[in-house]
């Protein structure tokens, strides 16, 4: 299976996106300790931010992809609360700040939240009504066929 087939799934899509951040926050940290510069902890909870903000862009797209879309919802929301999580938590490990003491980051993560789900409302809306005017153009056009005496399924 190629590796985009396995980005399609929710879980592993987070899992990438969390390990992505993990990558780039040891990265930064590295070369910042060559830096002089005062360690606020805002880059790091920055980049696990924009990794969960980039898990529902992504996740949402490709739910258009998806074969099952309520099964593909209820692993997405789950896989969007993981990740959440699992970022929070690194993110107060690697800066000895939790969520209360980084200024702004409380609000971001409300919004990212609430843009998700804005986000997936709309793509499976979107998917819901797709669906429902192909079956109805399939109906049809089998309809029609049966009308005029050819075949075409």
């Given at each position: 299976?190629?590796?985009?087939?396995?980005?399609?799934?929710?879980?592993?899509?987070?899992?990438?996106?969390?390990?992505?951040?993990?990558?780039?926050?040891?990265?930064?940290?590295?070369?910042?300790?060559?830096?002089?510069?005062?360690?606020?902890g805002v880059f790091?909870?920055?980049?696990?931010?924009?990794?969960?903000?980039?898990?529902?862009?992504?996740?949402?797209?490709?739910?258009?992809?998806?074969?099952?879309?309520?099964?593909?919802?209820?692993?997405?929301?789950?896989?969007?609360?993981?990740?959440?999580?699992?970022?929070?938590?690194?993110?107060?490990?690697?800066?000895?700040?939790?969520?209360?003491?980084?200024?702004?980051?409380?609000?971001?993560?409300?919004?990212?939240?609430?843009?998700?789900?804005?986000?997936?409302?709309?793509?499976?809306?979107?998917?819901?009504?797709?669906?429902?005017?192909?079956?109805?153009?399939?109906?049809?056009?089998?309809?029609?066929?049966?009308?005029?005496?050819?075949?075409?399924?």
């Open positions: 299976m190629q590796a985009i087939e396995y980005l399609k799934k929710p879980p592993y899509l987070a899992v990438s996106a969390f390990l992505a951040g993990f990558l780039i926050s040891i990265l930064g940290l590295i070369m910042h300790s060559f830096s002089p510069l005062e360690d606020t790091v909870w920055g980049i696990f931010v924009s990794m969960i903000l980039i898990y529902a862009i992504f996740n949402t797209i490709f739910l258009f992809l998806s074969e099952e879309v309520p099964q593909y919802t209820s692993h997405s929301i789950y896989s969007f609360l993981g990740l959440g999580v699992a970022c929070v938590l690194t993110s107060w490990m690697f800066t000895g700040q939790s969520l209360y003491q980084v200024e702004g980051f409380r609000s971001v993560l409300s919004v990212l939240g609430i843009g998700y789900t804005i986000f997936l409302g709309i793509g499976f809306s979107i998917r819901r009504i797709v669906d429902v005017t192909t079956k109805r153009d399939s109906e049809k056009l089998k309809r029609d066929s049966d009308e005029i005496g050819h075949n075409l399924f």
